[in-house]
């Protein structure tokens, strides 16, 4: 039996077609989110199909926006948004990455209202290619990335409701770590993620970005974008306390992990276009393993009721 089976047994999903959807998910996270996936297999084996659930329903909707036929992209993810919500009023579905999900909803009692924000995040990115100002990513980053932080408290466990504000924090850090190492791919898709009006801070146009030169002042820009970042995950790190402790290992590393991908980008002088940054393997299990033989020691067995979650 592979280790993915005896997690979907652990989990207590026993039925042939739930399983079968659950696997699919797993295999979307292993291949699109190797980072994030390193980090879920911290998580106790009960737990893990649960985050391949999330992690397959989001690319799936990116698979949609970014990648396949240009033209009716914004119908397959309407038809497709919408028949996710109708099967979740529903409780029942066709679609195997939706079955899936409807069972982590259930399971977890996530709320709905997550899963909508994140579809009208994904179909801004089929319309609007710009933002004028910081607030205005803001807006996109809440459906786009800070629910998917909420959508995983639950699974998690919190042992205080703060936890749910540190981890849309989280969420937000990673999607800025993203759109500053994806600057030229994201550009290539037609979009720019960083404000306008912080390349208007820097003497610099789209236009400017578009020429996929790294200058001085895109440097600077790229600067900047990674002090910020930085201010967000620090402000997100006392999250990781307030989850239960089999948990912690988990988002410690995928906090660490990502967080140093601006590290690589900085060590290329924060030239983006050069290359894609990445943190190689050796460091990701270097930081991996040591949290793993933590993850193991904090399943051994707990007093009674604790890490029990505070959904008040």
């Known amino acids: 039996m592979s280790a993915a089976e005896r997690a979907l047994d652990a989990a207590g ?27 879920t297999l911290l998580l106790p084996p009960a737990k893990r199909p649960f985050v391949h659930a999330l992690y397959g329903f989001a690319r799936y909707a990116d698979e949609i926006v970014d990648n396949g036929e240009e033209s009716g992209r914004a119908e397959r993810l309407t038809a497709w948004s919408a028949r996710v919500l109708d099967d979740l009023a529903a409780g029942s579905t066709i679609d195997p990455v939706c079955r899936a999900l409807q069972h982590t909803v259930r399971t977890w009692d996530i709320p709905h209202e997550h899963l909508i924000a994140f579809l009208e995040s994904m179909a801004m990115d089929l ?3 710009e933002y004028p100002a910081y607030a205005d990513l803001e807006r996109y980053m809440y459906g786009s990335a800070a629910v998917i932080g909420l959508q995983m408290v639950p699974i998690l466990e919190p042992i205080s409701a703060e936890a749910y504000t540190h981890a849309h924090q989280l969420g937000v850090a990673f999607q800025l770590t993203n759109f500053i190492r994806d600057v030229a791919e994201d550009l290539a898709r037609g979009r720019v993620y960083l404000p306008l009006e912080d390349l208007a801070a820097f003497g610099l146009t789209r236009a400017d970005l578009g020429a996929g030169v790294a200058t001085p002042a895109v440097r600077e820009l790229i600067r900047f974008e990674i002090d910020r970042t930085r201010g967000i995950y620090e402000s997100s790190r006392h999250g990781v306390d307030l989850l239960h402790p089999t948990s912690r290992p988990c988002i410690e590393t995928a906090f660490i992990l990502y967080g140093e991908i601006l590290d690589e980008i900085e060590r290329q002088d924060c030239d983006v276009f050069a290359r894609r940054a990445r943190v190689g393997n050796s ?13 193991r020691k904090a399943r051994l067995p707990q007093p009674v009721g604790a890490g029990r979650a505070d959904r008040s």
Not at 28 to 38: F, I, R, S, V
Not at 283 to 295: D, E, T
């Open 13 to 39: 999903i026993d039925d042939p077609e739930l399983r079968r959807s659950y696997l699919l998910c797993r295999g979307m996270h292993a291949e699109y989110g190797k980072t994030y996936y390193l980090a």
């Open 283 to 295: 460091r990701r299990l270097a930081v991996a393993v040591p949290r793993y033989l933590r993850a």
């Open 127 to 129: 319309t609007v290619t």
